[in-house]
């Protein structure tokens, strides 16, 4: 049976996350004789995958939301720079050496040519200020579009997990109906014995 369920549907979303098709009725897909245990190990298996997935997308949106906020600042600071570039003018900042330890620069932006950027993995290149604001600029709108991907896979995500939860919680009623019109044809099985 639970390969006939997980079957019925070729539905996926465009990452390749399977859909769940949703039981309207639990005697289509299960026979009398069914094992009633391994049904369920499968639905709660699928479960499990769904929200071992979740997980992963919420990390991944998490991380998202930390690197957006980053990615616009230095873009920010770039587009300033530019912006200052036919200026006499010293700009005084503050800047982050390290998570805790602060210190002052002055910039002169009329000689500010180009920027470091931190790529990761502790390295980082110096760019042209065009470059820079390019390169920030792809940046940022491919995290954006990646924060849009997810969030819309952490939907199609709990959408199953609601329609995986509602299709075990029938499946346990149908198998606690069956019992019961078992333990009955028994004890019917019985009296007409006696």
């Known amino acids: 049976m639970s390969a006939r369920f997980f079957a019925q549907t070729d539905e996926t979303n465009p990452r390749g996350i399977p859909a769940s098709p949703f039981l309207s009725k639990i005697e289509d897909f299960v026979t009398r004789d069914a094992d009633f245990e391994d049904l369920m190990n499968k639905f709660q298996e699928r479960i499990q995958q769904y929200k071992y997935m979740e997980t992963s997308k919420q990390s991944s949106k998490a991380g998202l939301n930390a690197k957006?906020?980053?990615?616009?600042?230095?873009?920010?600071?770039?587009?300033?720079?530019?912006?200052?570039?036919?200026?006499?003018?010293?700009?005084?900042?503050?800047?982050?050496?390290?998570?805790?330890?602060?210190?002052?620069?002055?910039i002169a932006p009329k000689e500010a040519q180009s920027v470091f950027l931190w790529l990761g993995a502790d390295v980082m290149l110096e760019y042209p200020l065009e470059e820079a604001h390019e390169l920030l600029a792809e940046k940022l709108a491919a995290a954006e579009s990646q924060l849009?991907?997810?969030g819309e896979d952490l939907e199609f995500l709990r959408e199953n997990i609601t329609t995986m939860e509602v299709n075990?919680?029938?499946?346990?009623?149908?198998?606690?109906?069956r019992r019961r019109e078992l333990?009955?044809?028994?004890?019917?099985?019985k009296n007409l014995k006696i």
């Open 183 to 189: 333990r009955e044809a028994e004890e019917k099985a």
């Open 68 to 106: 957006i906020p980053d990615i616009t600042k230095s873009l920010s600071m770039v587009k300033h720079l530019q912006a200052l570039q036919d200026s006499d003018d010293v700009i005084e900042c503050n800047y982050e050496l390290n998570d805790t330890l602060y210190t002052k620069a002055e």
């Open 148 to 150: 849009a991907v997810v």
């Open 168 to 177: 075990t919680a029938r499946l346990y009623n149908w198998d606690v109906v």
